[in-house]
């Protein structure tokens, strides 16, 4: 999943970027609402978290300008303690949830996975199909019950898979989703990730859809 991260403070900002990808996201941050509010038009996310105060542009203004031109991903706002009237004000914006600070990261990690389902119009923790289970809280991956060793990036690419099940998802796709700015992408990485994928899971588990991508058809 790839989150947009908004914040100015660098050891609020370093501290979600690096906890969020160690618990399986790809998080791209920016630390001023100029570049922040740009960058929601040339990516692919899931959820964005948002500081309220920001230089540059504020927060509030970012949404506020977002939901006027129709973008609908999932927004966490990220508010002083206490703050009841920039919280207030956030979901009049269009804010779907919010965090006062201080927060601890499981915190942030479960209200994104609560928004990136919500959003995706699916209730289930759990992501199902052909005998392979994943929790999106507990990063597990289980198949016909026995636990499964992924690493992070085999296990954004299931998720993605497993949520789109019955869709073809481009490479390009799945790249955009499982890779962040200004990490060093191999050209085959995404045939890799399937490859080991397989190699775990079993060959009949990822269809290649010749000339366009890949699928997880539930059998
Ligand atoms: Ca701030």
Redesign the pocket.
Known sequence: MRVLLI???SLIGDGLKTGLEKLGFSVDWFENGIDGKEALFQMPYDAVVL?L??PGIDGMSILKDWRGQGRNEPVLILTARGDVDHRIAGLNEGADDYLPKPFSLLEVQARLNALIRRNNGKPAPELKANGVSFNPQTREVFFNGEKVILSPKEITVLELLLMNKNRVLSRETIENKIYTWGEEVQSNAVEVHIHHLRKKLGKEMIKTISKIGYMLEEK
């Open positions: 914040e100015d403070d500081d105060g920001l």
